[in-house]
């Protein structure tokens, strides 16, 4: 059974960082586009970051550029996510997903990814 469990997420103040982790289980995802993806109350699910299967490939949301740092250890199944001058906007669920297929490349729309942790909450206040 394959299983994305997301951890990390929390309640922090404007400009405080958070490191989100991702651990897969069931497979490995060393060979296909892992990603992020956030989620606010009345909006829906958009995307935040992607990385390549080797990692030397990402894509970011405008909004995060230069703040947020998407990263993977193939050898742990772990992706990861650093937050860093977070602001209240960033207040969502964020949620882990791979492809299921093996693939060259980053993906920034949920229609290409496969698998899908049940998210972690990150909660920004001013």
């Known amino acids: 059974q394959v299983q994305l469990v997301e951890s990390g997420g929390g309640l922090v103040q404007a400009g405080d960082s958070l490191r989100l982790s991702c651990a897969a289980s069931?497979?490995?995802?060393?060979?296909?586009?892992m990603g992020w993806f956030r989620q606010a109350p009345g909006k829906e699910r958009e995307f935040v970051a992607t990385?390549?299967?080797?990692?030397?490939?990402?894509d970011y949301t405008d909004s995060v550029k230069g703040r947020f740092t998407i990263s993977r250890d193939n050898a742990k199944n772990t992706l990861y996510l650093q937050m860093n001058s977070l602001k209240p906007e960033d207040t969502a669920v964020y949620y882990c997903a791979a492809r299921s297929i093996g693939s060259r490349g980053v993906f920034t729309t949920t229609r290409w990814y496969n698998y899908w942790g049940q998210g972690t909450q990150v909660t920004v206040s001013s």
């Open positions: 990385i390549s299967a080797s990692g030397s490939g990402t």
């Open positions: 069931g497979r490995t995802f060393s060979g296909t586009a």
